[in-house]
């Protein structure tokens, strides 16, 4: 079936510096990506889509000069966190839309920022 | 953001027992996806929906589509230890929103 990769899995980073999340897709073509961020015992929460070729689409309320997102190729997606700072730390995932309407999930990324 | 009612938040029942939880919406959804995460995982996804009155198996698992296309259900039958995790609901209308509810945490006594 149809497989993201998302990379890293965790991520530990002193305050102010900047992180890359990336998502693969591995057997397929991904023209839309899509961005999510969980809170501890909280549900997912759409912070963007990501489009190949274009810029990606923020949700309200998400800083786009904060979470730059890259979609350079149908196949990757790239979810750069910048300047982070304590409240940034969150469980990030991406997924993309596969064939027949159903969406892959990447394995998630903890970010902890200190 | 959030936009799905799913219920109930949590449950905590007894190895063998019958699992039921649902979602509702107050805007029509084409498509109904039922997920389960695991701690630190990604959510996996269980069964999918795309038509009305959708009935749809998988193993001891049954989701189906709302006839007025604003709400899902899930069974998880004769539940197990490993059905632990959190369950959510997620709806799109047009395949690029999908939104998802807040989850249901199940625990599962042995």
């Known amino acids: 079936g149809a497989v993201v990769s998302q990379h890293p899995s965790r991520v530990i980073c002193k305050s102010g510096t900047s992180v890359k999340i990336e998502c693969r897709s591995l057997d397929f073509q991904a023209t839309t990506m899509f961005w999510y961020r969980q809170f501890p015992k909280q549900s997912l929460m759409l912070m963007a889509t990501?489009?190949?070729?274009?810029?990606?689409?923020?949700e309200q309320g998400v800083e786009k000069d904060k979470f730059l997102i890259n979609h350079a190729s149908l196949t990757l997606s790239t979810l750069t966190v910048t300047s982070a700072h304590p409240e940034d730390s969150s469980f990030y995932i991406c997924?993309?839309?596969?064939?027949?309407?159903?969406?892959?999930f990447g394995s998630g990324t903890r970010l902890t920022v200190v | 953001g959030q936009q799905l009612n799913q219920s109930p938040q949590s449950m905590f029942i007894q190895e063998g027992e019958d699992v039921s939880m649902n979602c509702t919406s107050s805007s029509i959804f084409n498509t109904w996806l039922w997920y389960k995460q695991d701690p630190g995982e990604g959510p996996v996804l269980l069964i999918a929906l795309y038509k009305a009155g959708e009935l749809t198996s998988n193993g001891r698992l049954t989701a189906q589509f709302g006839i007025t296309r604003k709400d899902s259900f899930l069974n998880i039958s004769a539940s197990i230890p490993s059905d632990v995790g959190i369950y959510f609901c997620?709806?799109?209308?047009?395949?690029?929103?999908?939104?998802f509810g807040a989850g249901t945490r199940l625990t599962v006594k042995p």
């Open positions: 990501s489009n190949e070729g274009s810029k990606a689409t923020y």
């Open positions: 997620a709806g799109s209308a047009r395949g690029d929103d999908m939104r």
């Open positions: 997924s993309a839309r596969v064939q027949g309407g159903g969406y892959t």
